[in-house]
């Protein structure tokens, strides 16, 4: 089991379960050297295999480009790696159910024990505070550094009109979070219908946040989707 192979099972893992499609992807840091990491060409995420994957360096610089094409977001990776040095898998996604927080004024909470990471706080990065009218993608290093400045020291950020990043210390959990995340915000929605306006909902409250979190390595859920996704190859 080697960590490119790991990177080649969350590519298939967050694409089955409709967290990533033919958008978005996922890096891991170099275990060598905290100064690079990697990340496939550009390709649908559903289709990676290991001699997919390249090297870049923290500017989000190809280490060996060979003529293959790269992720135009490939700068979100490289700029949250930079300002997080504890975090070594990032995410970036246009999960569905969480764009409607990202364009309303209803914070992401917590709803379960599954997502307790939700109740650190889930900012929300205006791409139009670093510039305006663009086509929402962070395309550079200085939207890619505003990003990780939105993000700051939470699991996940929301994309306004486009997505969402998240972050964790390994490969396993930042998968987890990817998914529940996706969930958090689907059932969160419902509950919100349900109770209706002003309705009261029961959110997690900060201890338990806390307390949730020893369950969310997400570890026997990990064994079950790397073995799936690889099995596809
Ligand atoms: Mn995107």
Same mark, same amino acid.
């Given at each position: 089991?080697?960590?490119?192979?790991?990177?080649?099972?969350?590519?298939?893992?967050?694409?089955?379960?409709?967290?990533?499609?033919?958008?978005?992807?996922?890096?891991?840091?170099?275990?060598?050297?905290?100064?690079?990491?990697?990340?496939?060409?550009?390709?649908?995420?559903?289709?990676?295999?290991?001699?997919?994957?390249?090297?870049?360096?923290?500017?989000?610089?190809?280490?060996?480009?060979?003529?293959?094409?790269?992720?135009?977001?490939?700068?979100?990776?490289?700029e949250i790696y930079k300002t997080r040095p504890e975090v070594n898998a990032v995410v970036h996604n246009h999960s569905p159910s969480v764009i409607p927080f990202g364009i309303t004024q209803q914070?992401?909470?917590?709803?379960?024990?599954?997502?307790?990471?939700?109740?650190?706080?889930?900012?929300?990065?205006?791409?139009?505070?670093?510039?305006?009218?663009?086509?929402?993608?962070? *395309? &550079?290093?200085?939207?890619? +550094?505003? @990003?990780?400045?939105?993000?700051?020291?939470?699991?996940?950020? =929301?994309? %306004?009109?486009?997505?969402?990043?998240?972050?964790?210390?390994?490969?396993?959990?930042?998968?987890?979070?990817?998914?529940?995340?996706?969930?958090?915000?689907?059932?969160?929605?419902?509950?919100?219908?349900?109770?209706?306006?002003?309705?009261?909902?029961?959110?997690? *409250? &900060?201890?338990?946040?806390? +307390?949730? @979190?020893?369950?969310?390595?997400?570890?026997?859920?990990?064994? =079950?989707? %790397?073995?799936?996704?690889?099995?596809?190859?």
């Amino acid at each position: 089991m080697s960590l490119l192979e790991d990177l080649v099972a969350a590519n298939r893992i967050l694409a089955e379960h409709g967290v990533i499609d033919g958008y978005g992807h996922v890096s891991v840091r170099c275990e060598k050297n905290p100064n690079r990491y990697w990340i496939a060409r550009s390709l649908a995420p559903e289709l990676v295999t290991e001699a997919d994957l390249m090297e870049f360096d923290l500017d989000s610089n190809p280490i060996d480009q060979r003529g293959r094409p790269m992720y135009t977001e490939r700068y979100i990776h490289g700029e949250i790696y930079k300002t997080r040095p504890e975090v070594n898998a990032v995410v970036h996604n246009h999960s569905p159910s969480v764009i409607p927080f990202g364009i309303t004024q209803q914070p992401m909470r917590p709803v379960y024990h599954m997502s307790g990471f939700v109740g650190f706080g889930v900012p929300v990065f205006e791409i139009r505070d670093s510039r305006t009218d663009t086509d929402l993608l962070v *395309s &550079d290093t200085y939207l890619g +550094a505003a @990003l990780a400045k939105t993000l700051g020291n939470k699991p996940c950020a =929301l994309m %306004r009109g486009h997505g969402a990043v998240v972050v964790a210390e390994n490969i396993p959990v930042v998968v987890g979070r990817s998914i529940y995340l996706e969930m958090n915000a689907r059932l969160q929605s419902q509950a919100m219908t349900l109770a209706g306006p002003g309705g009261e909902i029961t959110y997690l *409250s &900060d201890g338990e946040v806390k +307390a949730s @979190l020893v369950r969310q390595d997400y570890q026997r859920s990990w064994q =079950l989707w %790397r073995a799936k996704g690889l099995s596809k190859v």
